[in-house]
């Protein structure tokens, strides 16, 4: 299959290097201490955070720093596929994984010791890119909830497909068996926090493909910015400030 036209065009009409369009929410939680939704493209994530607060479990706590726990699920009808996924499959588990360790680069641990800070991450549409889009929300949500944190960790994919490096893969090129890296960086540190791989790549080209994705977790990192200025600036008129 083609997924790279002779026009230079993908499957969606982008090009190569472009990304799908971003829209983030923040508050879509009231219950939540931060909430967000994060959309890439198709794919649409909500992300709550509770804490800091006291640790339910005493034998969990830490005296020097805070304990961070991740919950990720899917919506059984965010795929097209009406598919029942018992809870705590071993996908689900991986990703949570995944979040809780990107996240606990940035969350200031140490600042809230003897707490728990719980983040509940859903994927309400699932169209390539989930775990990119999941700790983007994250992020968010614990803006959001005013958890101090030494940078933003944003997150962006790439893949190789068709011998041209593609950014932000939808499900239709995340589904095509090629090598797909995601990468999660704190851009003002410039620091990599996360970086996955599912197929083997030549040096070379691996390299043209994580820096393809570490443009696209810049751009990300910037828009997040934006949405979090808006908001102050909203709370502002709010109180009048």
């Avoid at 879509?28 to 804490?51: L, P, W």
């Avoid at 339910?56 to 961070?68: G, T, V």
């Amino acid at each position: 299959m083609e997924y790279v036209s002779p026009e230079g065009l993908r499957l969606d009409g982008r090009r190569p290097m472009e990304m799908r369009q971003l829209r983030a929410e923040l508050g879509a939680v009231s219950r939540a201490d931060g909430s967000a939704v994060f959309e890439m493209g198709n794919t649409k994530v909500i992300a709550a955070v509770y804490g800091p607060r006291e640790v339910q479990n005493r034998s969990q706590q830490m005296n020097d720093k805070a304990l961070i726990r991740c919950e990720y699920t899917m919506a059984n009808f965010s795929t097209g596929d009406r598919l029942r996924r018992p809870k705590g499959d071993r996908r689900s588990t991986e990703i949570s994984l995944v979040i809780r360790q990107t996240m606990e680069a940035c969350i200031m641990t140490h600042l809230m010791p003897r707490s728990q800070i719980d983040i509940f991450v859903q994927v309400l549409q699932a169209d390539g890119g989930t775990r990119s889009a999941c700790i983007n929300a994250a992020t968010l949500a614990l803006a959001d909830a005013g958890i101090p944190m030494c940078d933003l960790v944003t997150s962006c994919s790439a893949g190789y497909l068709n011998s041209t490096p593609l950014l932000d893969l939808n499900y239709v090129e995340d589904s095509a068996g090629g090598p797909d890296v995601t990468v999660g960086i704190l851009p003002k540190l410039d620091k990599v926090t996360l970086l996955q791989m599912d197929a083997k790549l030549p040096m070379d080209i691996f390299e043209n493909v994580m820096q393809l994705a570490t443009e696209g977790c810049k751009a990300v990192a910037n828009y997040i910015r934006e949405v979090l200025l808006e908001n102050t600036k909203q709370l502002e008129n709010r109180r009048g400030v």
